[in-house]
């Protein structure tokens, strides 16, 4: 695949911001506030369509990423995507409900993509315990609703405000500030990350691509699951980012991919991390 030049040069990105010391199960890393490039343009859309399927071609995926320039205050975000380990703790903590769902209620969605049977029953939680050998991978089968009662849970927990990203929020962590097409930089590398092209047909541990890191340290900034985020289509829909999924192709696996799916839905590619706020200038809480 060609690789495009650098985009908006004056928009330079920001040194990565160093982690400090934090419990094991949610480090956080700080964005910080300013400009960044979001969207895509009609060279990025092209090459996306060139490496998507012809469904996605006709369907116009793509054209629904306006290109603008956005400027944020500085936020947290947690580095990695929470995990079916850590969103046990919070069923054990909470009783809420254990992430699933049944075939009837899978089939209702209209998801007919993947089997029930073969493929959605790999990540059920049984008992009340995530399938074995998952705990460091993300958590998926989860609805809006779900993500948003952890964040509330794991800031009451470590004394802080945490709720699910927006879109702007997610998209600026993920690519930087200079409008790069991957995480990484402007050229393809289907190694660096969890997608269909070169990853198990399967999620992968929330540490398993550090070649794939974003500019400010954020793993899984493309592929292995889509992400819930706070913000919403006009029709009530949330927008999920992620940048693809571990059943993607390379066309889906950018920051500025976007999609509309309802709240409600609870489906075995999508997860979710958290965000806080930087007037906290310790992320972690009160020790």
Known sequence: MRR????????????????????????????????????????????????SSPAARRARWYDDEPRRVVSLPAFWIDRFLVTHGNYLAFVRATGHRA?????????????LVHDYDREVTRFLWRGGEPPPGLEAHPVVLVSAADAEAYCRWRGAREERLLRLPTEEEWEKAARGT??????????WDPHRLNS????????????????????????????????????????????????????????????????????????????????????????????
């Open 178 to 187: 200079d409008g790069r097409w991957f995480p990484w930089g402007m050229t």
């Open 4 to 51: 495009a030049p650098l985009l908006a040069p004056a928009l330079l990105l920001t040194a990565c911001v160093p982690l400090t010391a934090s419990p094991p199960r949610a480090p956080m890393i700080l964005v910080p506030a300013g400009p960044f490039i979001m969207g895509s343009d009609a060279a990025e859309r092209s090459w996306a369509y060139g490496a």
């Open 99 to 111: 992430p699933g769902i049944s075939k009837a209620e899978y089939l209702a969605q209209g998801f």
């Open 196 to 287: 269909a092209e070169a990853g198990p047909p399967f999620t992968t541990p929330v540490t398993g691509y550090p070649q794939g890191q974003s500019p400010y340290g954020m793993f899984d900034a493309a592929g292995n699951v889509f992400e819930w985020t706070a913000s919403r289509y006009p029709d009530g829909r949330r927008v999920m980012k992620g940048a693809g999924s571990w059943d993607d192709e390379a066309g889906i696996c950018r920051p500025a991919a976007r999609h509309g799916r309802p709240p409600t839905s609870r489906h075995i590619l999508f997860g979710f991390r958290c965000v806080g706020p930087a007037e906290v200038s310790e992320p972690y809480g009160k020790k």
